[in-house]
């Protein structure tokens, strides 16, 4: 079974007992701010992911890092992880929890890039142009590159909305090719 699979099981729990304790956004937060502290810290990955350091030492280590910094539901989920041996899946499970309370709330992630950076207004609309598109809310996460010219990609789901110049030319470019303009 791969990891995000395990992920999902374990999350399919937390996420039932945060709901109900109404506690869903805190744990979130929490796990997104436990992944950045993994992210920055190659001890604390090497520690996690270490086999022959033992479940004690490692819900003792988790206790005294987090006791005062994350909510209660959160922290006996690290420690229920680190008795089952399976705090090594840590990384993935904040990612994933986050996946499924998106899923949960209807909100999709959006990547989009443009040629230029754009304002905030016209980010916005964007947005909702894609929420239109989807009908489901956004999250946008926004870059810039030069290499499409102008318009925008944008990577939603498992599609890809490209109104780039650099498309635009390329389909130009095959009608070209075809011997017809018209269509």
Do not use: W
Request: proline letters at 1%; a positive charge; hydrophobic letters at 40%.
């Amino acid at each position: 079974m791969t990891n995000r699979k395990v992920a999902r099981k374990y999350n399919l729990a937390l996420y039932a007992t945060a709901e109900e304790r109404k506690s869903v956004e805190h744990v979130r937060k929490d796990l997104s701010d436990i992944k950045r502290s993994i992210e920055g810290s190659k001890e604390l990955s090497n520690f996690i992911l270490t086999p022959v350091i033992s479940a004690e030492k490692k819900t003792k280590v988790f206790r005294a890092m987090f006791a005062e910094k994350v909510n209660e539901l959160t922290l006996t989920f690290l420690v229920y992880l680190c008795e089952k041996n399976r705090i090594n899946l840590l990384y993935d499970i904040a990612d994933d929890f986050a996946a499924l309370v998106n899923e949960k709330q209807g909100v999709v992630l959006a990547k989009v890039k443009t040629a230029i950076e754009i304002t905030d207004g016209e980010k916005k609309a964007l947005t909702d142009k894609l929420k239109t598109f989807t009908g489901k809310e956004i999250q946008a996460a926004y870059s810039v590159d030069p290499a499409i010219k102008g318009g925008f990609i944008a990577s939603v789901d498992d599609k890809i909305i490209d109104a780039s110049i650099q498309r635009q030319l390329e389909l130009l470019r095959e009608k070209f090719s075809m011997g017809s303009i018209n269509n």
